[in-house]
């Protein structure tokens, strides 16, 4: 299996701050990276595949980037309704559908 | 508007079986992989199956290879999992997840709310 590791497990941040959250492949998996969504007691939503391009919808303060290993979540200025936990995800392959163990968010 | 609904949920003891479904509307049912993503109470979210299109192409986890079936009929509009031998560590919400693409891409563009499967004695 390909292990995603994320980091910070956790964090807080001041509404305006600027936010990273970091992804880990144990393999290389190209530009095959989503990032999701959660808020508290509600499903996952996709904000991003292809490691960067944003899904329809999503505030343009939501960036990603990355490529092979290592990838990175950026909310560039921390708004209250961007407090969630954020999963990144793995599909490089249709046999190795891996998440993170996700990042949660929080205001300061 | 895409929505997944599903149903089947509850309280089963270890050992049991227990039948998921989903079913969709608001979009080109026919033309979609689907998978069943599941996310045990206060943790992350783990991948358990997909299912193309056509059937022709169907995966697995490895925590649930040999003990779960996914199937869909796509004249009804539905997607299922069927779970054997069911465990305490297989207690979670079950999504029915559509993908972006007919075959398995990987790319969970839309979510269903979920149903509770609960495996204690």
């Known amino acids: 299996d390909i292990q995603m590791t994320q980091s910070p497990s956790s964090l807080s941040a001041s509404v305006g701050d600027r936010v990273t959250i970091t992804c880990r492949a144990s393999?290389?998996?190209?530009?095959?990276l989503a990032w999701y969504q959660q808020k508290p007691g509600r499903v996952p939503k996709l904000l991003i595949y292809?490691?960067?391009t944003l899904e329809s919808g999503v505030p343009s303060r939501f960036s990603g980037s990355g490529s092979g290993t290592d990838f990175t979540l950026t909310i560039s200025s921390l708004q209250p309704e961007d407090v969630a936990t954020y999963y990144c995800?793995?599909?490089?392959?249709?046999?190795?559908?891996?998440f993170g163990g996700g990042t949660k968010v929080e205001i300061k | 508007e895409v929505q997944l609904v599903e149903s089947g949920g509850g309280l089963v003891q270890p050992g049991r079986s227990l039948r998921l479904s989903c079913e969709a509307s608001?979009?080109?049912?026919?033309?979609?992989?689907l998978h069943w993503v599941r996310q045990a109470p206060g943790k992350g979210l783990e991948w358990v199956s997909g299912?193309?299109?056509?059937?022709?192409?169907?995966v697995y986890a490895e925590s649930v290879k040999g003990r779960i079936t996914i199937s869909r009929d796509n004249a009804k509009k539905s997607l299922f999992l069927q779970m054997n031998s069911l465990r305490p560590g297989d207690t979670a919400f079950y999504y029915c997840?559509?993908?972006?693409?007919?075959?398995?891409?990987?790319?969970?563009?839309?979510w269903g709310q979920g149903t509770l499967v609960t495996v204690s004695s």
């Open positions: 608001g979009f080109a049912f026919d033309d979609y992989a």
């Open positions: 995800q793995n599909y490089n392959s249709a046999l190795l559908l891996t």
């Open positions: 997840v559509k993908d972006t693409r007919g075959h398995i891409y990987g790319v969970f563009e839309s």
């Open positions: 393999q290389v998996i190209s530009y095959s």
């Open positions: 292809g490691a960067s």
């Open positions: 299912i193309s299109w056509n059937s022709d192409n169907i």
